[in-house]
């Protein structure tokens, strides 16, 4: 399967990236922001991807799609790294963000403060249920879903959160793209169809679980296997399941 790449969205010079870089850059950036924290200046190929929990030959070609190589002997300057990733990811300024479904989820996303430290903030809140609408959650009303189109264009927002129930979300999925938005994050347990242009992210914690759930009963089933089964040095099923080859 062919590896499908970003475009160019801001001009010529912008990177042509992998998706599969484009999903790691996130990771980069957290770790970087925590070395910057602790107070180191540069940082080995080696001590980022450490960090970041990738391998460091990976993130070294991940880097140089950005055109950026580590100084031999010295590593990558953290300051440096971090204000060109997030130049990337186009973090230069916060973007606007709203917020559709102010149950139990949602109110929770409504505080959460990390989006405010990570280049975002929750500009709006939306549910369609009145008996929300006008409760206040961290500084913000809860605004009608009807409110929706006016909103999105009063704050320019392009990137929408859903917390809705799966049986609403496609409808509000719907009212967004109608309104502007053009990038989705959906927490609802459903898969959304979206116009060509329109970008879905989707959390789906229930799944999330289920493939750890795999990974137990995987490792219970290895632990039950006989010791004669379980030869050292080859490459067991646990692994081939995995996807992971270890040495022989």
Same mark, same amino acid.
């Given at each position: 399967?062919?590896?499908?790449?970003?475009?160019?969205?801001?001009?010529?010079?912008?990177?042509?990236?992998?998706?599969?870089?484009?999903?790691?850059?996130?990771?980069? @950036?957290?770790?970087?922001?925590?070395? %910057?924290?602790?107070?180191?200046?540069?940082?080995?190929?080696?001590?980022?991807?450490?960090?970041?929990?990738?391998?460091? %030959?990976k993130l070294r070609k991940d880097l140089s799609h950005l055109g950026r190589t580590g100084t031999r002997g010295v590593g990558y300057d953290v300051t440096l790294l971090i204000d060109q990733i997030e130049q990337v990811l186009g973090l230069t300024h916060r973007r606007a963000v709203a917020l559709v479904g102010v149950g139990n989820l949602g109110h929770a996303l409504a505080g959460y403060a990390g989006f405010g430290t990570r280049g975002f903030r929750i500009a709006a809140l939306f549910d369609a249920d009145h008996g929300r609408v006008g409760e206040h959650i961290n500084g913000l009303v809860v605004?009608?879903?009807?409110?929706?189109?006016?909103?999105?264009?009063?704050?320019?927002?392009?990137?929408?959160?859903?917390?809705?129930?799966?049986?609403?979300?496609?409808?509000?999925?719907?009212? @967004?793209?109608?309104?502007?938005?053009?990038?989705?994050?959906?927490?609802?347990?459903?898969?959304?169809?979206?116009?060509?242009?329109?970008?879905v992210r989707k959390v789906d914690l229930a799944i999330e679980l289920q493939i750890l759930s795999f990974?137990?009963?995987?490792?219970?089933?290895?632990?039950?296997?006989?010791?004669?089964?379980?030869?050292?040095?080859?490459?067991?099923?646990?692994?081939r399941l995995g996807g992971e080859a270890v040495a022989t």
């Open positions: 399967m062919s590896q499908q790449r970003t475009g160019p969205t801001d001009g010529p010079d912008f990177p042509d990236l992998p998706e599969a870089t484009v999903a790691r850059l996130p990771e980069y @950036l957290r770790a970087l922001h925590h070395l %910057a924290e602790d107070g180191h200046d540069t940082v080995s190929s080696e001590g980022l991807a450490a960090a970041a929990g990738v391998n460091s %030959a605004r009608h879903i009807d409110d929706l189109p006016e909103v999105v264009e009063q704050e320019s927002i392009s990137i929408a959160v859903i917390a809705t129930p799966a049986h609403a979300a496609q409808h509000v999925a719907d009212r @967004l793209v109608a309104a502007g938005v053009t990038s989705v994050l959906n927490f609802a347990p459903c898969v959304l169809n979206v116009p060509d242009g329109v970008d990974h137990e009963h995987r490792k219970s089933a290895l632990t039950a296997l006989p010791a004669a089964v379980q030869k050292p040095g080859r490459v067991g099923m646990a692994n």
